[in-house]
C-alpha cells in the first residue's frame, strides 16, 4: 500500500467514526422526541384493590367531571404486543390526536405485564375515540375506554392483566357509580367487532363486578 493509499484510507476512517459518533446521538435524541411525544401519559406498575388504594389516587375524578362517566368498554389490542408510544404514535399516523384509550393494559410485549398506562384523555378528562358499527345508545362521550395489550382471539390474556382489569373497573365503579351492567365487553355493542376475544375471560371478569349499591362513593 502506498503513503498515499494509506493517507486515504485513514481520512476516509476518521470520515466514517466522525459520521457514526454524530448519527449515533441525532437517532437517539430523534427516538427519545418520539418517545416524550406521548402526552402526559402514567405508568402504574401496581393497581391496589379498591379497599386498598392510596389516598392519592390518580385514576380518580371528583368534581363535575364525576357525573359525565356512565359506562366502561373493555376491548382488546388486536396484536401480540404494543407500547403506549408505538400506538400514540399510531393513532396520530391514523388521524388523531393521540392514543385514542383512556387505559391500556400491558402485557409484558411492549410494556409490563399488567401495568396500567393511564393516558392523557383520562387525565384530561377528554372523550375517547368513538368504534365504527357499535350501539350509540351504550357508546357515547361518558364512554371509559379500557384496552387490553394482546390479542384475545389467539391466547388468553395474563393473569396479571385479568387482575389489575379488575382493579381498575373497581374503582371505577365505585367513584363514578357505574353499575355492572354498564361494564361492557366492545363484542356486546358492536356488530362487527369480536373484541376483546374469545379467550377473554369473561365469566371470572364479570364475576368480580361490583354491586355499587352495597359500596360507599368515595
Not at 359525565?68 to 404486543?81: A, D, E, S
Not at 372523550?127 to 387490553?148: F, H, K, P, Q, R
Not at 395474563?158 to 361492557?184: E, G
Not at 376483546?196 to 371478569?205: L, V
Request: charged share 15%; proline share 4%.
Amino acid at each position: 500500500m502506498t503513503m498515499n493509499s494509506a493517507r486515504m484510507l485513514s481520512k476516509r476512517t476518521q470520515v466514517v467514526w466522525v459520521a457514526f459518533f454524530f448519527v449515533i446521538p441525532c437517532a437517539v435524541f430523534i427516538l427519545q422526541l418520539g418517545s416524550n411525544d406521548i402526552q402526559n401519559g402514567i405508568l402504574l406498575t401496581k393497581l391496589a384493590p379498591v379497599n386498598e388504594r392510596p389516598e392519592q389516587d390518580i385514576v380518580a375524578v371528583v368534581g363535575e367531571d364525576a357525573d359525565r362517566w356512565n359506562t366502561i368498554v373493555i376491548h382488546h389490542l388486536g396484536q401480540p404486543g404494543g407500547s403506549p408510544e408505538f400506538l400514540d404514535r399510531s393513532h396520530r399516523n391514523s388521524g388523531l390526536s393521540g392514543l385514542g384509550y383512556h387505559f391500556l393494559i400491558g402485557n409484558g410485549n411492549g410494556f409490563g405485564d399488567g401495568t396500567v398506562h393511564v393516558g392523557y384523555r383520562w387525565l384530561d378528562q377528554l372523550s375517547c375515540e368513538g368504534l365504527a358499527g357499535v350501539d350509540s345508545s351504550l357508546w357515547n362521550n361518558g364512554t371509559i375506554s379500557i384496552c387490553l395489550v394482546g390479542n384475545g382471539n389467539r391466547r388468553p390474556f395474563t393473569d396479571q392483566q385479568i387482575v389489575h382489569l379488575s382493579h381498575l373497573v373497581q374503582r371505577l365503579q365505585v367513584d363514578l357509580s357505574i353499575p355492572p351492567n354498564r361494564v361492557l365487553l366492545e363484542r356486546e355493542i358492536s356488530s362487527n367487532n369480536a373484541s376483546p376475544g374469545k379467550y377473554f375471560a369473561e365469566a371470572k371478569f364479570k364475576s368480580q363486578l361490583l354491586d355499587i349499591s352495597s359500596h360507599t362513593i368515595h
